[in-house]
Antibody
Framework: QVTLKESGPGILQPSQTLSLTCSFS??????????VSWIRQPSGKGLEWLAT???????GYNPSLKNRLTISKDTSNNQAFLKITSVDTADTAIYYC?????????????WGQGVMVTVSS | EIVLTQSPTTMAASPGEKVTLNCLAS?????MNWYQQKSGASPKLWIY???NLASGVPNRFSGSGSGTSYSLTISSMEAEDVATYYC?????????FGAGTKLELK
């Protein structure tokens, strides 16, 4: 049974660094083809892909967030992480992590429940 | 970056009505995925690899398309289909979502 769960600080101030954790079970990020991605959704708005990390440590980032993103993983503890530097109110959103098996046509098949992050002074 | 344009933005359909949601890509993609999201819930995988229904999805749903034009079709609208539907391309970085189509009941 595949599950993912996001955790984060809840609220933080502008200019701080946001650190998010995705804890998962039912699969391993050391298994060939497995990737974990981060996606966010501001309240009442659409979905935005942020970053992906795969089993062999390849990474992809959304260039719209320039150099503010860092994705990493801890294979031993079944976790993936995302850091966003210099946050501002536009980073207020629900943040999701999702799994993908990197094969042609394969989707983000399992998602976490999401974690709400509010940036406010 | 591949931009996905969904149309219509919002639509209302009567029970039993056939519904078609569209997703137009700015460049060719290999496959399209669709997600259903209801208010307050995480997105659910609905259609993957252009035309494959996710587990538990009713067979009144179907997906089709190729290249830059894709669609999700409901053969007969039901009340439980009220939701926002997003398309997603995973053919190349950066991965991109469409802005969504909000489907309402008439």
């Amino acid at each position: 049974q595949v599950t993912l769960k996001e955790s984060g600080p809840g609220i933080l101030q502008p200019s701080q660094t946001l650190s998010l954790t995705c804890s998962f079970s039912g699969f391993s990020l050391s298994t060939s083809g497995i990737c974990v991605s981060w996606i966010r959704q501001p309240s009442g708005k659409g979905l935005e892909w942020l970053a992906t990390i795969c089993w062999e440590d390849s990474k992809g980032y959304n260039p719209s967030l320039k150099n503010r993103l860092t994705i990493s993983k801890d294979t031993s503890n079944n976790q993936a992480f995302l850091k966003i530097t210099s946050v501002d109110t536009a980073d207020t959103a629900i943040y999701y992590c999702a799994r993908r098996v990197r094969l042609p046509g394969s989707p983000f098949d399992y998602w976490g429940q999401g974690v709400m992050v509010t940036v406010s002074s | 970056e591949i931009v996905l344009t969904q149309s219509p933005t919002t639509m209302a359909a009567s029970p039993g009505e056939k519904v078609t949601l569209n997703c137009l890509a700015s460049s060719s993609v290999s496959y399209m995925n669709w997600y259903q999201q209801k208010s307050g819930a995480s997105p659910k995988l609905w259609i993957y690899g252009t035309s494959n229904l996710a587990s538990g999805v009713p067979n009144r749903f179907s997906g089709s398309g190729s290249g830059t034009s894709y669609s999700l079709t409901i053969s007969s609208m039901e009340a439980e289909d009220v939701a926002t539907y997003y398309c997603l391309q995973l053919s190349s970085y950066p991965y991109t979502f469409g802005a969504g189509t909000k489907l309402e009941l008439k």
